[in-house]
């Protein structure tokens, strides 16, 4: 069990590291077919396709640890794996570490240091 768990995470660190992961995506999209017919698996597919060829243009610029919790997130469902979910967890992190953090001031919409109140 431990040994499992192990190897897991350290497959999930080199995929990280290495590149974009591949997954089979048709399982998720199947379901939602079931409950929306053809067209609407057809733009599950499209969907996914999308998310995985923006991530392969941007996949570098994530920090390492954020690909390597995202990866691990979105492989949490097993057969349920989607592209779509891995790029929204890397663009919230991302997103996320360009707050400021509470030292800084904060700024208005424009950029402009806001003002005490």
Known sequence: MVFDALALATQIIFVAASGVPTFNVEP???VAGNTGGDLR???????EREAREQLGKEWNSFVIAD???????ATMGGASRSYVELLTC???ARDVRKLPKDNE???ERDG???RGR
């Open 90 to 92: 890397l663009e919230i």
């Open 112 to 114: 402009r240091p806001r």
């Open 28 to 30: 998720s999209c199947k």
């Open 41 to 47: 698996r057809q733009a599950c597919l499209r969907t």
């Open 67 to 73: 690909r390597t919790r995202c990866v691990e997130t």
């Open 105 to 107: 001031a904060p700024i």
